[in-house]
């Protein structure tokens, strides 16, 4: 039986992956013979039979179970007296009430007392039923358990947390939000953000700090907001923009010590935690010495910083410093000037390593220069400059069509977000749990690149027709989707669906979700095919430039993405038409999984 995703994902505090079943039921061989059939219905399921109902309640008093499964005629307590009793214990607990004893006038006071299921008893045929609905139940509790508790956390959250509405009108906000202005959030709700802050500071959020937010996506930094007495109250804030024109808000409290020793503290720990080197010197008439160096300095150069203080930088400099560099960095030092130039250094063991060198003047009040501040990073030597061009044009591209293809499954959960918002059904969860997982996949991938720089990690045994699920995601119809046959492939599959996703959204933005698809095998590969439009011959070479597409609109990174997956796999790619004149993108050089070849 094919479970959801949220079968994957447990809820908050369980420490189990199974579905703990407690049966109830006052007919023994009936109750084991119930437990028998769910286990194999549902090979992961635990359960627990009873045949008294006091003994399920101390049960389910004593442990943790994800469902109650009851028979209703029983001596003593029938199932719906149970069910009002199991409810003053878990008012959320699912609960089945599978009886033999079963009529209108039953299932009509089963429907009335909240039962979540009522089935009647029969054969063997039954069970895949129940254990269907057990299932369904299950999932549905354990996505609102962790609903609840992600809006419970939020609710406790010591930092103010808010949603302004793309009118600018808080929708949501913690306690702790509307606390940092001494109010109640039930004053707020529904206000207009204006009405925390002085017409000054409201003049300072529409002019530069809304229109950083909408180009960014993102502003933090302190503003002063106004509490219930009108005091000004200064604040860290940490804005977030959101699709649909509104955005998130966090908010602190913040003394004005406090913002002071932060913001110190912060600076030290920054200069230190730097991947540069830095270093601040004195006046240029007392030889500039050095005044303040960082850690990464002592890293970058090896020498102590008891060693170097009160030194000029020169000790840097040695026999093969070019002699014309160093001029033009004292002509910037003595006229005053920013300077940022490349340099031959020597560390304290005398070994060269080339240097990036930003100097810049630091000014008091009255604009006359008192320091120097210096940067230092090492970088390759000029015969490395080709190859690291090369190396950040490869992740340019690759950077453009990760973005392309998150765009997708971000709209999908965006979408199915907004419908749970606006419904309340949390059946959208399916959805929006599958595109987060095609998310975590592409940031998987982005992982992969920059650590081992290769699309393909982790290749093993994938049947080629289970890669194609994207019209699930994408909009196509699965009806117009035809396998005219499959075959095991050696590929990694993270990597495979992400070509088909990308093959199946290039049919149905330039055909529609309508029109029919296929895959198929080939001796050394496999094809995909459409019967849509087609890709005219003297466009094909172009095809996988990226930037290219027939679409006015087309970001042109579809097919850079499928040529480098296929690339990546060592897989040779080419276009040619469908029979009905559509495109047709073949693969070949694609290896068979054999005990030799599959490589782990």
Not at 386 to 404: K, M, N, P, R, T
Not at 408 to 435: F, M, Q, R, S
């Amino acid at each position: 039986m094919a479970s959801s995703p949220l079968s994957e994902i447990a809820p908050f505090g369980r420490d189990r992956d199974g579905i703990s079943v407690l049966l109830v039921d006052d007919d023994e061989a009936m109750v084991e013979m119930s437990a028998a059939f769910l286990k194999r219905e549902l090979p992961s399921v635990e359960t627990t039979a009873v045949t008294d109902p006091e003994v399920a309640l101390e049960r389910l008093s004593e442990g943790e179970y994800d469902c109650i499964i009851s028979d209703f005629d029983m001596p003593g307590m029938d199932g719906l007296e149970l069910l009002v009793r199991v409810r003053e214990l878990d008012s959320e607990l699912p609960f089945v009430l599978f009886t033999g004893k079963g009529s209108e006038e039953i299932a009509s006071q089963a429907i009335t007392a909240g039962v979540d299921e009522y089935l009647q008893k029969g054969g063997p045929e039954e069970y895949p039923v129940l254990a269907n609905k057990v299932e369904i139940l299950v999932e549905k509790y354990w996505a609102e358990e962790q609903v609840r508790r992600g809006f419970s956390a939020i609710e406790s959250a010591e930092e103010g947390i808010g949603i302004i509405d793309q009118d600018g009108v808080y929708r949501y906000m913690n306690r702790a939000y509307a606390t940092v202005y001494n109010r109640d959030r039930s004053e707020l709700i529904g206000e207009h953000w204006e009405v925390l802050y002085s017409t000054e500071e409201a003049t300072r959020f529409h002019d530069e700090i809304l229109p950083q937010l909408e180009a960014e996506g993102t502003w933090r930094g302190v503003s002063t907001g106004l509490t219930s007495e009108g005091d000004p109250i200064r604040e860290r804030l940490v804005l977030t923009q959101m699709d649909d024109g509104g955005h998130v808000c966090i908010v602190q409290a913040i003394e004005e010590t406090d913002e002071i020793e932060a913001e110190l503290a912060l600076k030290n720990r920054a200069l230190d935690a730097a991947h540069a080197g830095v270093i601040i010197t004195g006046p240029a008439r007392d030889d500039t010495p050095i005044v303040y160096l960082n850690e990464r300095f002592e890293e970058l150069t090896g020498y102590d910083g008891a060693d170097v203080l009160g030194r000029n930088c020169r000790f840097l400099q040695g026999e093969d410093t070019d002699t014309e560099t160093v001029a033009e960095i004292r002509d910037a030092v003595r006229r005053g000037v920013p300077i940022s130039t490349e340099i031959l250094n020597y560390d304290a063991e005398g070994t060269p390593f080339w240097n990036r060198l930003e100097i810049a003047p630091i000014r008091d009040v009255d604009g006359r220069v008192t320091n120097f501040v210096g940067f230092q990073r090492e970088i390759p030597g000029p015969d490395a400059a080709d190859s690291a061009e090369a190396q950040f044009d490869w992740l340019g591209d690759f950077g453009s069509v990760l973005s392309h293809d998150l765009k997708t499954p971000l709209a999908v959960l965006k979408g199915n977000l907004d419908l749970i918002e606006e419904t309340g059904d949390l059946d959208y969860l399916d959805a929006a749990i599958d595109a987060t997982n095609r998310i975590e996949s592409l940031v998987d991938d982005l992982a992969n690149v920059m650590t081992q720089r290769n699309l393909v990690c982790d290749v093993t045994t994938v049947e080629l027709a289970d890669a194609f699920r994207s019209w699930d995601v994408l909009g196509g119809d699965r009806a117009s989707f035809e396998v005219v046959d499959s075959k095991p492939i050696l590929a990694d599959e993270r990597a495979l669906a992400r070509l088909a996703d990308n093959l199946v959204k290039n049919t149905v933005e330039h055909a529609g979700p309508d029109v029919p698809m296929r895959i198929g095998t080939l001796p050394d590969g496999f094809y995909y095919e459409d019967a849509g439009p087609g890709i005219p011959p003297e466009n094909r070479a172009d095809a996988f430039e990226p930037g290219f597409s027939t679409k006015a609109d087309g970001t042109g990174f579809g097919m850079v993405s499928v040529e480098q997956i296929a690339a990546a796999h060592g897989w040779d790619v080419s276009i040619a038409e469908s029979p009905e004149g559509g495109a047709r993108f073949e693969f070949t050089g694609v290896e068979d999984p054999t005990e030799e070849s599959v490589r782990r």
